[in-house]
């Protein structure tokens, strides 16, 4: 009797088991030919937009109607005589002068400014300035029609700063790009022998077509022309140049006045990519922390040669490498800390003009001197 109902008990369970299983099998093999609902957002509703999407459209559609497109024809010597680019451009004030890049209008007959609204008329040149890579344009059109840019200080900027950039890259119109500061106090050519300094490098999208255009701070104020970019394909990698917008303040004004741009000249060169370095240090005796523009050579009857600066000299092998014993090293310039050539450039080009005085303080042989100089005017 005692098995009998151990047997029975054991087909019970079974047969739970067998029933929950097919059961559970059953429901998966119905539940994969039930239609999926999906719940579609209710006529008319509208994304969530961050306060970052509210304020960089509304940056735009303030600015946008400053920045214009710029298309320009020229003579050239090829097989089919002309040519033809494009960049950008933004208004300067209500008289119709519009800043951009020398680069972008150098060597044009015919040039060609859109507008936002769709206006297009012609612009001529008031002035280039090929050291800085800037030009003036200007434009007939009545002082209602005309939107100015607010103009920033590049002076109060910082690494990290987020900064947008409006241009027409590779002929696209009004084209926002966004990214950070990425690095200051860099340097770059001109279109001369002559370098900027102060110059903004950032990570935003800078494209062909974008040369000329302003870079932008979260305030939509111009604090820098966007210029040059780095890359081996001539498209966007990162790394975009801008020229301040202290320089631009002063270089646009000149151009407005005078038509060209006077520059001071020291008559001096540097190595600005080493600048002080270990060897130096541990060969000179120099303090590790100094920092400051090392003068390799210096211009025959030039400002600097008169003043009694010296080019380096008694070059000396030390651990292997070839350092020049006597130098002169500038670390301020009317007070002010010149940590690089970047920043001597800088200086000079925004703040002094040619036949100025200036003092410079110099390290040399272990004594700190302070040398007045005559500035020139650059060659």
């Known amino acids: 009797m005692f098995l009998k109902r151990i047997g029975i008990f054991l087909i019970a369970v079974l047969l739970v088991v067998f029933g929950f299983v097919l059961g559970t099998a059953l429901i998966t093999i119905n539940a994969s030919h039930v239609p999926l609902e999906i719940q579609a957002a209710p006529t008319g509703a509208q994304t969530p937009i961050t306060e970052t999407e509210r304020l960089f459209s509304e940056i735009y559609n303030r600015v946008s109607p400053s920045v214009v497109s710029i298309n320009v024809r020229g003579r050239a010597e090829t097989s089919f005589g002309v040519f033809e680019a494009s960049g950008t451009g ?9 800043i951009t890049n020398n680069h972008v209008v150098d060597g044009a007959t015919n040039i060609e400014i859109y507008f936002l609204d769709g206006t297009i008329v012609a612009g001529k040149v008031v002035g280039l300035d090929p050291d800085s890579d800037l030009a003036v344009l200007k434009v007939d059109l009545p002082p209602e029609r005309l939107f100015p840019a607010t103009i920033g200080d590049s002076d109060r900027l910082f690494i990290g700063q987020t900064v947008l950039a409006i241009g027409s890259p590779f002929g696209q119109r009004w084209t926002m790009t ?9 340097t770059i050519q001109g279109l001369t022998q002559f370098t900027v300094g102060s110059v903004i490098q950032t990570d935003t999208a800078i ?75 541990e060969a000179l005796g120099i303090p590790n922390n100094m920092r400051g523009v090392v003068v390799e050579t210096v211009t025959s009857g030039g400002p600097a040669a008169r003043a009694g600066l010296r080019g380096a000299s008694n070059p000396r092998n030390v651990n292997g490498m070839v350092i020049n014993t006597s130098v002169d090293i500038i670390t ?48």
Do not use: C, H
């Open 90 to 98: 933004f208004v300067l004030d209500k008289n119709g002068y519009i």
């Open 178 to 186: 966004s990214g950070i500061i990425s690095a200051l106090g860099r």
């Open 207 to 281: 494209n062909p077509g974008n040369s000329g255009g302003p870079l932008l701070n979260l305030n939509g104020e111009v604090i820098g022309v966007n210029s040059q970019i780095i890359s081996q394909t001539r498209s966007n990698t990162g790394i975009g140049f801008a020229i301040p917008s202290t320089l631009v303040k002063r270089v646009a004004g000149e151009l407005v006045a005078n038509g060209r741009v006077n520059y001071s000249y020291l008559g001096i060169s540097s190595n600005s990519e080493e600048g002080i370095t270990l060897s130096m240090i």
């Open 332 to 379: 301020a310039i009317d007070g002010q800390a010149v940590p690089d050539m970047s920043a001597l450039v800088s200086y000079l080009a925004i703040n002094t003009q040619p036949g100025q005085t200036v003092n410079l303080t110099i390290w040399r042989d272990g004594q700190t001197l302070n040398i007045p100089v005559v500035l020139g005017a650059r060659p």
